[in-house]
């Protein structure tokens, strides 16, 4: 088998990506390399990276091609989506790698952790994802507050995540400095101490716009006295 051969086989078992180091330890040389993206058998992604040409046509292969590249773990909002969060703004792909290692892929960002551990990290269709817990951490450090609250109550509500396990965490990652960890746990403290059932999207949005009108806020799960408890 040709090593262009290999090469081939190589990307279509990964994404259909693959670096200049993988394809040199395949016996390709950068001459030979560029001499196939020119023939258009490959296609160049970024400074040392590859495609075969038709990958990029996923919806997600960007995602998955600094997912893989990068070594990163996919984050913020696009973890909030693959969970099935909302409202979520819409953003370019959101990936996180440890502190130290490369963090430039085009069209991606990439935050950088040092406190981002195994423990906290999802397997979900090949792809390494912040749980639910650890992702609504990370996106407290970039949401406003009343999106943060409506994100919060809306996966709480839909059971994505559950309230005492996103406070452990937060009480084990919390440190003096660390992006919103004063507004989540706020958010948190005041979901402690409600009665019954978190609000429902639905509900959120009732509630902040008899908020913006001036009027006070409802009495959730109002029980009419004259039923039975």
Aim: aromatic fraction near 4%; charged fraction near 20%.
């Amino acid at each position: 088998m040709s090593t262009i051969a290999d090469v081939i086989e190589f990307a279509r078992r990964n994404e259909g990506v693959f670096t200049f180091q993988e394809a040199s330890a395949l016996g390709v040389s950068r001459k030979l390399l560029a001499s196939r993206v020119g023939d258009g058998i490959f296609v160049r992604i970024t400074r040392g990276v590859y495609a075969l040409p038709g990958s990029a046509t996923r919806a997600d292969f960007t995602m998955r091609a600094a997912h893989r590249v990068l070594n990163a773990v996919v984050s913020h909002e696009s973890a909030g989506r693959i969970h099935g969060m909302g409202p979520l703004p819409v953003t370019p792909p959101s990936l996180t790698v440890s502190h130290r290692s490369t963090h430039q892929f085009p069209g991606v960002v990439v935050h950088q952790s040092t406190d981002l551990l195994a423990t906290h990290i999802d397997v979900i269709e090949s792809l390494r994802v912040t749980n639910p817990s650890r992702t609504i951490i990370d996106l407290a450090q970039t949401m406003g507050p009343r999106r943060l609250e409506r994100v919060v109550d809306s996966s709480l509500a839909a059971g994505i995540v559950g309230l005492d396990a996103l406070g452990e965490l937060l009480a084990s990652l919390s440190r003096r400095g660390k992006p919103g960890v004063t507004t989540l746990r706020r958010i948190l403290e005041d979901r402690f101490d409600l009665p019954g059932r978190v609000p429902t999207e639905l509900e959120r949005r009732l509630i902040d716009l008899l908020l913006d009108a001036g009027l006070p806020p409802p009495h959730s799960e109002f029980k009419a006295p004259w039923l039975k408890p």
